[in-house]
C-alpha cells in the first residue's frame, strides 16, 4: 500500500502551461513530410488566397496599383503638355515679329512755326533734330537740315547742349557742331543729314529712308537742305 502516496506526489510536482512541443512533420499520401516553412505548407497555404485576392482587385480600391496608375497618368499629361508647347513654340517662328518703328516720312509742320537753332520736338518720336540756320556750311544760304540723332562712332544718341550750342554723346564723349560735324572724340564723322522738302501742302517733309553723308559730299545734295 505504500506507492500510493508516491503517486499522487508526482502528479502535484507536474507543471500546469508546459511549453507545447513543435508540431510533428505531416506524412501526405506519397509519404512526404511537411511543415510550415515547407513549399506547400501553412505559408504557401496562406500566400495563395493573397494573391487570387489581388488579382481580382476592385478599381476603386486605393492600393498602390491604383497609386502607380495615377503615377503614370500625371507622367503621360505632363508629357503632354511639354509637347504641346514645344510644338507652340516652333510655330511661332512661322509668324514675322510685329515691327512698331515709326514712319520714315512725316510733315514738321511749316517753316514760319521754327526759330534760328535746334528744334529737339522730333528726337524721341523720330530720331532727327530739326535745324533752321542763317547760313549752312555747305550750302551757303538759310534753311533747314535734318540732322540724325545716331552718333557715328558706336551708335548712342547723343544729348543737345544748348549752353554749349554742340551734340555731345554720353557714351565716350564725341561732340558734334549742330552742323553735324564731329570735332572731339572717337567718333570718325559727322552725324547724318536725312532728306528734307518741301511738301505740295507747304509743310516740311522729312524723309528719313534716305541719308546724307558729308564726307562723301553729299551735304551739297538740294534735298539735304530746305532752302527757306
Ligand atoms: S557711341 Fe558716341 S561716342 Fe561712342
Redesign the pocket.
Known sequence: MAPAPAAAGAHAAKPATAPRPPAAPIPDLAGKTTNAASPGGAAARTAAPAAAKAATRDPDDTSPLLTRRAWMGLAWGAFSAASAAALAATGRFMFPNVLNEPPQQFKAGFPNEYGVGVDERWKEKYGIWLVRTTEDIEQHASGFYSLSVT??????T?NYLSAENKFK??????GFRITGVNFE???PRPLERTRIVLAEDGQILVDKSRHFQRELGQWTDPEAFLKA
Not at 169 to 174: L, R, T, V
Request: with cysteine; proline share 19%; hydrophobic share 10%.
Open positions: 552718333c557715328t562712332h558706336l551708335g548712342c547723343p554723346c554720353p557714351c565716350h564723349g564725341s572724340g572717337p567718333a
